[in-house]
């Protein structure tokens, strides 16, 4: 899952966004997009989700 740095918000997907540009050498490059689905802000990290299971249970170390 997803954590946005702009809003705040915790997803499992973002949204994305494809488009494509005409090129003038007839061809279209295409580009892919991954945005928060709210603020729409490509700026967000990939975060472990964090659930009550018993593996992985002393993975997270909290200062
Ligand atoms: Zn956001």
Redesign the pocket.
């Known amino acids: 899952m997803f954590r ?6 915790v997803f499992d997907q973002p949204t994305v966004k494809e488009r494509s540009e005409p090129r003038p050498d007839c061809f279209r490059e295409r580009f892919k997009e991954v ?7 490509p ?2 990290n990939e975060v472990e989700e964090s659930e009550d299971d018993d593996e992985d249970i002393d993975g997270e170390h909290e200062p």
């Open positions: 946005c740095e702009i809003c705040g918000l945005l928060c689905p709210i603020c729409g802000h700026y967000f």
